[in-house]
Structures are given as structure tokens and as C-alpha cells.
């Protein structure tokens, strides 16, 4: 599914982004440009690396 309409983000870059070694939404933006344009996808983004990572 897409999480990020901006920049065309689905959930499965976001884990392979997570895979990958990112670890917060910084990391995120960094690598993928989530959140850097509307935001709206900001918090979906971060439940997914949450579940990702949970501790
Ligand atoms: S939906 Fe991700 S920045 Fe707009």
C-alpha cells in the first residue's frame, strides 16, 4: 500500500528501508523523502517502522 503519496512510498520500501538500517523518521526522509512534502504520511510511516522495530 502506499503510505507516502508525495514521493510514491509504499509500506514494503519503508521495511526495506527499516532492513536497511532505518531506525526513526529522519532516517526515513533521508533515504526515501518521506514526509519532507505534505507530512500527511508522518505518522502511518512511523507506526510501520514501529512494528518494524518495536523496542
Ligand atoms: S504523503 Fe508523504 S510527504 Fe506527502
Do not use: W
Not at 532505518?22 to 514501529?50: E, F, H, M, P, Y
Amino acid at each position: 500500500m502506499y503510505v507516502c503519496i508525495c514521493h510514491s512510498v509504499t509500506d514494503r520500501d519503508i521495511i526495506k528501508a527499516a532492513e536497511k538500517g532505518a531506525a526513526c523518521l529522519q532516517d526515513l526522509s533521508d533515504a526515501l523523502n518521506v514526509a519532507t512534502c505534505c507530512g500527511r504520511c508522518a505518522s502511518c510511516a512511523k507506526n510501520i517502522l514501529k512494528e518494524r522495530n518495536p523496542q
